[in-house]
Every structure is written in C-alpha cells, then in structure tokens.
C-alpha cells in the first residue's frame, strides 16, 4: 500500500523558517516524481515544488522561487520542502504527493497518493 506522510508544519512568524518532510512507506519513493502541493482556505489547491525521480530536475511555482528548496533522501525514502522567507501567504495545508512529471507540477489532478497533509501557519 502506498503510503505518503508529510510532517514539519506549525505555526511560525513571517521571515521566519520551516523544513517539511514527505516520507513513503510501502514504495520505493526514489522510483517517482514527488510534488508538494498547497491549500488555502477557500483557494484551490496548487503545485508548489516538484523533483524528478531521475536527475532531480526541479519546478517551483513563481511565488516561492527563491525562498523554497525541494530536495530528496533516497535512503531515508524522504522528500523535503525546506521554506525560508515565509509569509503570510504561504499558509494553507501542504500535502506532498507522487505524479507524473517534475513538469506536471501545475496539474494537481496528475497526482496520487496524497498524504494527510501538515498545516503551515505564517502569522505574527
């Protein structure tokens, strides 16, 4: 059963720092293009970042490039979104998810597996 379990959200000031992590169980998660997505309320959900199962080739969505890093431990079977910067804006449940394509990012109905997602909540 495929499994993905997402963990690092909380409350933080905005500036401030987060690593969120994707962790897979009952797959090889290396096998895969992994995506981190985001809900707001009342928004639709939205790619974030997404890497390549191959040769880690990258997508970050414009309203975080410069400030997220999307990253993979293989022998960990772990995903990390690292978020620096934040702000306000970036609060929302992010899920993480596996897909087609690194270039899919924007598709979110090309993605499976979700996990439950973790709550990120930038307010001073």
């Known amino acids: 059963q495929l499994q993905l379990v997402e963990s690092g959200g909380g409350l933080v000031q905005p500036g401030g720092s987060l690593r969120l992590s994707c962790a897979a169980s009952?797959?090889?998660?290396?096998?895969?293009?992994i995506g981190w997505f985001r809900q707001a309320p009342g928004k639709e959900r939205e790619g974030v970042s997404c890497?390549?199962?191959?040769?880690?080739?990258?997508y970050y969505a414009d309203s975080v490039k410069g400030r997220f890093t999307i990253s993979r431990d293989n022998a960990k079977n772990t995903v990390y979104l690292q978020m620096n910067s934040l702000k306000p804006e970036d609060t929302a449940v992010y899920y993480c998810?596996?897909?087609?394509?690194?270039?899919?990012?924007?598709?979110?109905?090309?993605?499976?597996?979700w996990g439950q997602g973790t709550q990120v909540t930038v307010s001073s």
């Open positions: 890497i390549s199962s191959s040769d880690n080739s990258t």
């Open positions: 998810a596996t897909g087609p394509s690194v270039w899919m990012c924007k598709y979110t109905t090309m993605w499976g597996s």
């Open positions: 009952g797959f090889t998660l290396g096998y895969y293009a």
